[in-house]
Each structure stands twice: as structure tokens, then as C-alpha cells.
């Protein structure tokens, strides 16, 4: 008795052989085979992603995790989970639990999942520019998942600026004024970068029509 799990999606002819040192009058009967037809299964699977930072500045790693998980009590085959990395992020490492990670076309190739199974995966990615990073890890297998909600998990991460952020707003105390009256010019200036500046200056020349009163 021979008991194998049934990986394949399509039909699988299984022979058996049978020989031996005398001469066998009837050869006709040596072999026998059998085929077996894999049906889909009625499983719930589902992926979740999450990462460890949610605001970064541009240059610094940071990492995803993705778990792919079989939520049945029958195991499930043929199961990748896709995961196409911005186009912002350089690809640093990946490791997985089960099966491997193709960075270059986002394939987290799994296999089989037992039942109640999980697989983790991590990739870790460095930003290239600043903006809201979306990624999307979706799970598919061959099975009849009756719960498509969850076949999909998305995260966003916020990538600023690796140097200074300098801002500067300037308003006046009036839109018109008599000629000989005064008026003042409030200017406001910013960093709202991740790093210090001690050099800023800022120019603010009067143009012909005004003259200088005071400042402070």
C-alpha cells in the first residue's frame, strides 16, 4: 500500500510495473495504471501585509511581511502569492518559510499549504523617492475559495525627503494702501525636512516703490 499527497492540478497516470528473472509467458498483464483527476477544493485562503515602518525617508530600508494562510481543514496546492514592488523601491533581500520570492516579476511561489497552514515572507526594499509607497500581495491556488475578501492585502507607506524641507510664506498687512502709508510684510520661513540646517538665509529685496522703515 502506497499513500502519496496529490500535488497536480491536472490528470496523473500512475503505472506499476511488474518483472522478473524467469521468462513471463503472458507480458500482457505486467503493468497496470491508474489515473487520478484532482478536483478543486473548497477553501478559504488569505494574505496579509504588513510593514514595520509607516513613514521613512528616502535612502533608509524598511521591510514587508506578507503570511499567506490556508483557513480549512483540507490542505490546498498550487498556491503564489503575487507581490510586484513599486516602482520606487529598490529590492534589497527576501526569505521565506516556504517557497521562494521572484523579485523581478513578484511571484512568491508557495506550493502547498496542509490545512490550517501558514507561510511567511519577507522582503526588505530601500525607497528611491519620496511620495506614498502602495503595495498589493494577492493569493491564488488552485482551489474554489468561496471567500474572496481576503485574498488581497495592501499597505502605504510615506517616503519624505532624506535632507531639509526649507518653506517660506510671506503676507502683507493690507491688498491696498495710500500712497505715504505703511505697510508690513510678515515672512515666515520653514524647515520641515528630517535633517538641520544652520546656513539658511533668506532675501527679501524691496522693489522701487517702497522704502525701507524698520524690521525685526
Request: net charge neutral.
Amino acid at each position: 500500500t502506497i499513500k502519496a499527497r496529490v500535488d497536480g492540478q491536472n490528470a496523473i497516470v500512475n503505472t506499476a510495473k511488474i518483472s522478473g528473472d524467469q521468462l513471463d509467458s503472458n507480458e500482457a498483464n505486467n503493468t497496470s495504471s491508474v489515473t487520478i483527476t484532482p478536483i478543486k477544493p473548497n477553501i478559504d485562503l488569505s494574505v496579509s501585509k504588513t510593514s514595520n515602518v509607516t513613514a521613512i525617508t528616502v535612502g533608509s530600508s524598511y521591510t514587508y511581511t506578507i503570511t499567506a494562510r490556508n483557513n480549512s481543514a483540507l490542505g490546498a496546492s498550487g498556491i503564489n502569492v503575487t507581490d510586484v514592488l513599486h516602482s520606487n523601491l529598490t529590492f534589497n533581500t527576501s526569505s521565506a518559510t516556504l517557497g521562494s520570492y521572484n523579485a523581478t516579476n513578484g511571484a512568491w511561489t508557495i506550493g502547498y499549504l496542509p490545512a490550517n497552514g501558514t507561510a511567511t515572507l519577507s522582503i526588505s526594499v530601500t525607497p528611491r523617492a519620496t511620495g506614498t509607497i502602495e503595495n498589493t500581495a494577492t493569493i491564488t491556488g488552485y482551489v474554489n475559495d468561496f471567500n474572496s475578501a481576503n485574498n488581497s492585502s495592501t499597505v502605504n507607506v510615506s517616503v519624505t525627503g532624506d535632507g531639509t524641507d526649507l518653506k517660506i510664506t510671506k503676507t502683507a498687512s493690507a491688498a491696498t494702501i495710500a500712497p505715504g502709508g505703511t505697510i508690513k510684510f510678515t515672512l515666515v520661513a520653514t524647515n520641515v525636512g528630517p535633517k538641520i540646517d544652520a546656513s539658511v538665509k533668506v532675501i527679501d529685496k524691496l522693489p522701487n516703490g517702497y522704502t525701507f522703515s524698520s524690521a525685526s
